[in-house]
């Protein structure tokens, strides 16, 4: 069970999850890797997880888009099809005392594209989040992974 042993600066202005409710959840890290494990052996990114980041917990669900061309925009035109995959995260505890109205508590959408590139294999590539707040937040790899011998 996710536990947090420092929290600075504490956040007193939020309501605590309970540890019966952190029961089976893993942390963000952990769940990026997992996704990342799981493209790599399957070349799929269906499934489910409960996360906690330390003061959220959330739901985070994926399922694969299929193979497709990556969106035009970045630094780097990537030359094949990519796996793409579209999740779904929703806070469901830990909010903010004066957040029952805030877009936050609505479904976080989000698409990831995985292309094999080179030695290093399958790569997130393309990040896109549809924030509440902040808009559409893209993340794009601008070059390939250095493998180290």
Do not use: Y
């Not at 963000?28 to 997992?34: E, G, K, Q, R, W």
């Not at 959408?109 to 902040?134: L, N, Q, S, T, Y």
């Amino acid at each position: 069970m996710p536990e947090v042993t420092t929290l600075d600066p504490a956040e007193t202005d939020r309501e605590s999850v309970p540890d019966a409710d952190k029961k089976g959840a893993i942390d963000t890290l952990a769940v990026l890797m997992d996704l990342l494990h799981q493209v790599r052996t399957t070349q799929s990114c269906d499934g489910k997880a409960k996360v906690f980041d330390g003061m959220r917990l959330s739901t985070l669900s994926m399922h694969s888009g299929g193979l497709q061309r990556i969106p035009s925009g970045g630094p780097l035109e990537w030359g094949d099809d990519a796996l793409r995959c579209d999740f779904v995260a929703q806070q469901t505890e830990g909010f903010k005392f004066n957040s029952e109205n805030s877009k936050l508590r609505n479904p976080q959408p989000g698409r990831a594209w995985f292309e094999k590139v080179g030695e290093a294999g399958f790569v997130a590539v393309r990040v896109e989040i549809d924030h509440p707040k902040m808009g559409r937040i893209t993340i794009i790899l601008d070059c390939p992974p250095q493998q180290t011998t």
